[in-house]
C-alpha cells in the first residue's frame, strides 16, 4: 500500500503537483486572514449604539440634545519585558489592535475611555521598558484625530498604593495627559477622571493632592448644578460648568463584598466569585467610596480591575459598571462597552470580540482538513468503499 502511494507521488506530474500546492497555499492564507483580520469584522458588525433619548426637558421646554457616543474599555495589560514570552505578546497585542482598530473604523466613536491597567509591568518597568510599552501602546490604540482617547492610570501602572511613586505618577501623567480630579466635559457632558490609587486616605503626598483636586472639583460641580435664583455665598466666585450630574471613571470598583451578586457570561466565574474582596486591593475602602459618593452624586460609575463584568447598585441609585478586561489574556469572552450618553441619560451595551477558543477551534478545524487534504490526494487515505471493495473481492477470489 505504502509502495504504491509513493509511486503515485513520483509519478503525479509537476503542473498537477504545482496546482495543489497552490490550493494548499490559498487555503491556509484563508483561514489566517479569516482568524487573524475578517472575523474581528463579522464580530463587531453585530454591535450597535444603544438609544437614547436625545431631548432634555428644561423648565416646561424640550431641548435637544446631540448624543455623545463613548467607548469603555479596561485592563489591556500589555505585556512588559519581565513577564511577558514573545508569542503571549504577539498574540494578544494583535488581538487587541485588531480589535480596537475595526471597533473604531466600523463605529466611529466620539471618545474612547480605557480605565487603567494599560500596561502590565508600569509598576516596575526600566525608562527604556517603559518607552517600549508606551511605543507599542501609541501603535496598536492610533486613533483619527477627531475620536479623543482618554486614558486612567491603574495600579499595574504605576503600582498599590505602597509601590506608587511621584515619579511613575509624572511618567504616566506626561504620556497620557491625566491628573486625578480632572474634568472632561463634552457635549455638555461631565466626566470625572480619579486615580483610584491614590485614594488610600492616609495622608501621603499623592493622596493628598489629588483628594484636594477631587473636593475643589466636587465644589464646582455642585455650585453648578445649583438653580439660578439660589445664592449660595459660597458659590458666588465659582467657575459654571454644564448642570449635569457627572459620570466617575476611576480603576479600582467602589466597594462591594465579593462578586456573588454578578451575573451574565463574562461575570467571574463560579469558584472566584464568593472570594471576599480585600479593601484597596481589589475594591476601594468603604471610607473612600463613600467620599466619592458624597463629593460627586455621579449618576453614573465605570470601574475596571477586576477582569469580570458587574453591575452593582450603590446608595439604592447610583449604577456602576465594572467593564472586563479587552485582552484575551485575561479573559476568553473579552467585550467592551457602548454608550450613548447625553446631559441628561445614558444607555449602554456591551460588544464582545471573537471569543479566543472560537478562533482556536477554527485553526484545529482547518487543520485537521488539511491533513485530510494531504492525505487524500497522495492516496493515503484509503475511501471507505474502495476499502469495502477490496474486501469483498478477496472474499470471492477465496
Ligand atoms: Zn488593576
Request: net charge positive; with cysteine; aromatic share 12%.
Amino acid at each position: 500500500m505504502l509502495q504504491s502511494s509513493s509511486s503515485a507521488v513520483r509519478t503525479l506530474p509537476l503542473k498537477k503537483r504545482i496546482c495543489f500546492l497552490m490550493k494548499l497555499i490559498f487555503f491556509v492564507s484563508s483561514v489566517l486572514i479569516f482568524c487573524e483580520f475578517l472575523i474581528y469584522y463579522v464580530v463587531i458588525f453585530q454591535c450597535h449604539w444603544p438609544e437614547v433619548k436625545a431631548g432634555a426637558h428644561m423648565g416646561n421646554k424640550e431641548i435637544s440634545t446631540s448624543v455623545l457616543k463613548a467607548i469603555i474599555l479596561a485592563d489591556t495589560h500589555l505585556l512588559g519585558e519581565i513577564k511577558g514570552h514573545w508569542l503571549d505578546k504577539l498574540r494578544r497585542e494583535w488581538q487587541m489592535e485588531r480589535s480596537f482598530q475595526t471597533a473604531l473604523w466600523l463605529l466611529r466613536p466620539d471618545i474612547v475611555f480605557i480605565l487603567g491597567d494599560v500596561f502590565d509591568e508600569g509598576k516596575w518597568s526600566s525608562p527604556q521598558a517603559w518607552a517600549d510599552d508606551v511605543r507599542r501602546f501609541r501603535k496598536m490604540f492610533r486613533h483619527p484625530v477627531p475620536t479623543e482617547l482618554v486614558v486612567i492610570v491603574g495600579n499595574h501602572d504605576i503600582g498599590f498604593h505602597y509601590e506608587m511613586t511621584t515619579y511613575k505618577v509624572k511618567r504616566f501623567e506626561k504620556v497620557f495627559n491625566f491628573t486625578s480630579g480632572k474634568l472632561i466635559t463634552r457635549k455638555g457632558i461631565n466626566f470625572v477622571i480619579v486615580n483610584s490609587i491614590a485614594m488610600e486616605s492616609d495622608g501621603c503626598a499623592i493622596c493628598r493632592t489629588s483628594e484636594a483636586e477631587l473636593v475643589a472639583l466636587s465644589h464646582k460641580l455642585n455650585c453648578s448644578q445649583q438653580k439660578p435664583n439660589h445664592s449660595n455665598k459660597r458659590c458666588s466666585d465659582v467657575e459654571k460648568l454644564p448642570a449635569s450630574e457627572p459620570i466617575l471613571l476611576q480603576h479600582y470598583p467602589l466597594y462591594r463584598k465579593s462578586d456573588a451578586e454578578c451575573s451574565g457570561e463574562d461575570a467571574a466565574p463560579p469558584e472566584e466569585k464568593n472570594i471576599p474582596f480585600k479593601e484597596k486591593y481589589d475594591v476601594l475602602s468603604q471610607e473612600a467610596s463613600q467620599k466619592l459618593i458624597w463629593w460627586f452624586h455621579p449618576r453614573l460609575i465605570l470601574s475596571g480591575h477586576t477582569h469580570s463584568a458587574c453591575e452593582v447598585l450603590h446608595a439604592g441609585k447610583i449604577p456602576e459598571i465594572s467593564v472586563p478586561s479587552f485582552s484575551w489574556r485575561n479573559r476568553n469572552n473579552p467585550n467592551f462597552i457602548m454608550g450613548s450618553i447625553t446631559p441628561t441619560d445614558f444607555s449602554l451595551r456591551k460588544c464582545f470580540l471573537p471569543y479566543e477558543s472560537r478562533v482556536f477551534t477554527i485553526y484545529c478545524a482547518a487543520g485537521a482538513l488539511l491533513v485530510i487534504l494531504i492525505l487524500a490526494h497522495f492516496q493515503l487515505l484509503t475511501p471507505p468503499f474502495y476499502f469495502a471493495q477490496r474486501l469483498i473481492s478477496k472474499h470471492k477470489a477465496v
